[in-house]
């Protein structure tokens, strides 16, 4: 991004995680960044324990915006390059000080440049960890909102098993985003394992009546009654 701007051929430049879908028009993304040094993207992450200990615990330490979609301008080169400079010190994952990869540091941005912009649009950035602020729902056609508003403008495929497990609504999008991977030479897959994955924590969490049971009716009809994504 230091380099693209020290050019002097673009106004915006923007780093985009391989693992972000984008599922409708992002421009107005353009004029939100505008000529501001950086436009960021909440976590949006739990914000009652009451909803999840463990993710309302996460929301205090993992960031609270996110490093998978950031924008910048020539405004933001200094904090850029302080950025930098943080993350070649100590770029990991240790709760106990502070750190989460180069996600923390982007704390800071609003306080090194106040002019930051912080997108608002809750369709944008959507990802497993922020279902709990960003609630998931069909309007009457059909379409996912999130808080009953907003439309779906990316969507953030991080821990596809949780999504798998706890995301149903996201799903066909994700099965999507794998076949346009594979269009241009993926040869993996992501539905199929992280299903599996999803199915075994399922598996674990069952009672013994509910594994008598399962047993009585088969798996495939007892994933039906749970409500369990199946294929």
């Excluded at 909803?51 to 910048?72: C, I, P, R």
């Excluded at 798996?219 to 009654?225: I, L, Q």
Aim: net charge neutral; glycine share 6%.
């Amino acid at each position: 991004m230091i380099h693209l701007l020290q050019t002097g051929k673009y106004d915006q430049v923007y780093f985009v995680d391989p693992d972000l879908y984008f599922v409708a028009d992002f421009k107005f993304l353009y004029q939100e960044l505008a000529d501001r040094p950086f436009l960021l993207s909440p976590n949006w992450g739990c914000l009652e324990p009451e909803k999840s200990e463990l993710y309302f615990q996460n929301s205090q330490t993992d960031g609270l915006y996110n490093a998978g979609f950031l924008g910048a301008t020539i405004k933001g080169l200094d904090t850029l390059r302080w950025w930098a400079k943080m993350c070649l010190n100590a770029c990991e994952i240790n709760r106990t000080k502070g750190l989460h990869d180069d996600q923390g540091y982007l704390n800071h941005f609003p306080i090194r440049n106040p002019d930051t912009r912080v997108i608002s649009h809750r369709g944008c950035n959507v990802a497993e960890w922020n279902r709990f602020e960003n609630v998931r729902g069909l309007n009457e056609r059909g379409e996912v909102l999130i808080n009953d508003c907003y439309p779906l403008i990316f969507i953030h495929f991080s821990n596809i098993p949780f999504l798998v497990e706890y995301d149903p609504l996201l799903i066909p999008y994700l099965k999507k985003y794998e076949l346009e991977l594979k269009k241009n030479g993926f040869e993996g897959d992501l539905f199929a394992p992280a299903l599996k994955v999803a199915n075994r924590r399922r598996l674990m969490k069952l009672s013994i009546p509910e594994r008598i049971f399962r047993k009585l009716i088969g798996h495939s009809n007892f994933a039906k009654f749970k409500g369990w994504t199946v294929d």
